[in-house]
């Protein structure tokens, strides 16, 4: 059996296909997002190296920078002791948030509110238009 084919047979996708995806910075540990996966999208991240989800309100395979850039280099593939969660631990270029934040998680509930705790980096205008203009 294919390498791959091995990988995805140990992933337990729900009933609708797809198994959350926790994308992390490799070397610094730090959570830069959540998103989904079906079999294509973990069979493409495996093959090409790159990661590339399932999105969810497109209906359709995603590849993390395709219209912003903003690239994950995968470094390695992990799965959870229930087989129900990947982590994927990437390289990630420039922000992995499309907020224009370097990650999605900068609210923090503090003194009863949530509260911004990092500001965009990036435009989300101006990093999603570049990319449109190539």
Known sequence: MDPIERALAEIKFGPDGLVAAVAQQHDTGETLMVAWMNREAVRVTLAEGWACYWSRSRQALWRKGDTSGQVQRLHE?????????????????????HTGRRNCFFRAWRDGGWQEIAAPEVDPATLYSERADQ
Do not use: I, S
Not at 86 to 94: A, F, H, M, T, W
């Open 77 to 97: 593939l992990r799965l959870d002791c229930d087989g129900d969660t990947l982590l994927l631990l990437v390289d990630q270029k420039g922000v992995a948030c």
